[in-house]
């Protein structure tokens, strides 16, 4: 029997798409029987999740350079409205640290652009927790973007939380991705139009639960920037159903 499937059942037919709602990732076992229908085949797990949610982070696209096909496929899988973030590969955050990564950059984003064509919502750069601050560094990550897309940056070492780095990567349109991760600031950081949050789970990495009144401040501090135009917030405490209630809850907030 299905306990949190419900929840997005009417929510959804009033949710803004200013306001996107989404998980990191989708395919997760531990959601069958809680959120997906225990009949449902695996194949038609993203067709359900795209009927509750209007955005989902591809965290496969991390792990390898990801083909045309493969989201082109996605993108017929799923309603109008709906989005794609698609995470740079590690190859370019992790490996290479953003140098001599050009050519790559350049063929990821014609690559994410021709699959997902209007669907894609963002290109969101993951950091290591190894990569900290220096002037040079930020020259590089803004060097290697291509501003025509929506670019999201999660840094994950505390060096770069500073005023001077936000103005810097607004300018350049530049999102700096605000994060809930243990050991990191939980502010919400606006930079640019369309702020981005990540909720990892605190203080259990990926299995945390957020209440209402953290949820509600993340969310009313964007709602209230006259600055802002659309919002992304991503749920990465998937381990358990605490992902599920959470986006459940954020995207009734919205909805009100």
Excluded at 83 to 97: E, G, M, W
Excluded at 189 to 212: C, Q, W
Excluded at 223 to 235: A, D, E, P
């Amino acid at each position: 029997m299905l306990i949190y499937g419900w929840l997005f059942v009417s929510i959804t037919k009033t949710n803004s798409m200013k306001w996107k709602v989404g998980c990191s990732g989708f395919s997760y076992k531990d959601w069958i029987g809680l959120f997906y229908p225990d009949e449902l085949s695996h194949k038609e797990w993203l067709e359900y999740y795209a009927q509750h949610l209007d955005t989902v982070e591809l965290n496969s696209t991390f792990y390898k350079f990801t083909g045309v096909i493969f989201l082109k496929n996605l993108y017929k899988r799923t309603p109008p409205g709906f989005s794609f973030i698609v995470k740079a590969p590690k190859l370019i955050t992790h490996t290479n640290r953003f140098a001599q990564s050009e050519k790559i950059i350049s063929d990821f984003y014609k690559v994410v652009k021709n699959g997902l064509q209007d669907k894609l919502g963002a290109v969101l750069f993951q950091c290591p927790p190894s990569f900290s601050y220096t002037q040079q560094s930020l020259k590089l990550v803004m060097a290697c973007m291509d501003t025509s897309f929506l670019n999201v940056i999660e840094f994950r070492h505390k060096s770069w939380w500073d005023k001077a780095v936000y103005k810097k990567l607004g300018e350049k349109n530049i999102t700096f991705c605000s994060v809930s991760y243990p050991g990191l600031p939980k502010d919400v950081i606006i930079n640019t139009a369309s702020p981005y949050y990540r909720f990892h789970g605190v203080p259990k990495l990926y299995y945390s639960m957020y209440d209402e009144e953290y949820l509600t401040n993340v969310a009313n501090t964007c709602l209230k920037n006259k600055k802002v135009k659309q919002g992304f917030f991503i749920f990465n405490n998937t381990a358990t159903r605490a992902a599920l209630e959470n986006a459940a809850y954020l995207q009734e907030y919205f909805s009100l």
